[in-house]
């Protein structure tokens, strides 16, 4: 008798077992010679080469429907099951990239859902440094913080490691009330909100105590080597030349740093140049270093964002055309 253990952490575990184990046992049914055991998002196989062989086939096919659509009903599972033509495989399962980057509580599907937002995955997939350029709400810090997960999850990293320059939008950071960590949080929030997206509670609260998971402002990477991290510097436009060269630095052996910004965003005093601006023009040709533009129409906020951002694009631009 063979054993094989299948993992399915790519997928929702919840989508795949079903309600009250009501698809595994549509899967059990299948292969009535198979002994097949689920714990946690590991599936158990026992039994000769040839059934486990037929079922792993099986097993493959529905992941990757659940890799591309987030969910599969008991109907669909069980033609998918029963469909050993190549129309039907054809039909409910599609041979290209998948755009499922990880299942967050409660099954919520995190994907890349515009077509720079997945040119940003492949990017990440094929280069250890990324700057993704955009205006807000396109998606670039969501789909980084995504992708540091998933690489987390798949342990192709040990960490993950996010930061931001702690950069005072008008407002000034020595009057909000608190410690050095409470006046500094929030410029960190929407980090925290990402991650609360992706992973459960208790689990995130478990790895930021273990440091795992780390978030803090761009100062504290200073003299740092950040060895086997995914690395996130979010609001880049607003280092310095100096800050950016810095962080750059810092990435040591297996790591994979995204760098996301807004040139039309900075907040750095009118006497300081962003980095960013240099950053994206002089490591423009060095290979493993990719960049992605985004633009309004990956907004994936409100609808009124889009039309927001194009109204102060036409105005920046009559702005030029008067100078």
């Not at 002994?35 to 158990?44: D, P």
């Not at 609360?196 to 790895?207: N, S």
Request: charged fraction near 30%.
């Amino acid at each position: 008798m063979t054993e094989t253990i299948i993992n399915l952490e790519s997928v929702n575990p919840i989508e795949f077992f079903g309600v009250n184990n009501g698809k595994l046992d549509l899967l059990k049914k299948k292969f009535p010679l198979l002994k097949i055991l689920s714990r946690g998002t590991q599936i158990k196989l026992s039994g000769s080469p040839e059934q486990i062989e037929q079922a792993k086939e099986k097993i493959d096919l529905l992941v990757a429907y659940l890799e591309r659509n987030g969910q599969v009903s008991e109907q669909y599972f069980e033609q998918i099951l029963g469909g050993d033509d190549k129309e039907t495989i054809d039909h409910f399962v599609e041979r290209h990239p998948n755009d499922v980057l990880v299942f967050g509580p409660n099954g919520k599907t995190v994907r890349a859902r515009t077509q720079n937002q997945k040119k940003l995955v492949g990017a990440a997939e094929k280069n250890d440094i990324v700057f993704a350029i955009g205006p807000a709400g396109t998606g670039k810090t969501y789909t980084a913080v995504a992708l540091a997960v998933r690489a987390l999850k798949n342990k192709i990293v040990k960490k993950i490691i996010l930061t931001r320059p702690a950069v005072e939008a008008g407002e000034s950071l020595g009057f909000l009330p608190g410690d050095l960590k409470e006046k500094i949080d929030p410029y960190l929030r929407p980090l925290y909100d990402a991650l609360d997206d992706m992973i459960p509670a208790d689990k995130l609260g478990y790895y930021m105590s273990t440091r795992v998971i780390e978030i803090a402002p761009l100062a504290y990477m200073r003299g740092r080597t950040l060895d086997n991290a995914f690395i996130i510097l979010d609001e880049a436009q607003n280092t310095t030349d100096l800050q950016l060269k810095m962080f750059l630095t810092r990435i040591g052996a297996n790591a994979k740093a995204i760098i996301t910004g807004d040139l039309t965003q900075v907040d750095l005093p009118k006497n300081q140049r962003s980095g960013l601006e240099k950053g994206i023009r002089i490591l423009k040709n060095i290979d493993g270093i990719a960049h992605i533009e985004l633009d309004e129409e990956d907004v994936v906020r409100h609808r009124l964002v889009k039309a927001i951002i194009k109204a102060y694009h036409r105005d920046q631009d009559q702005e030029h055309r008067s100078l």
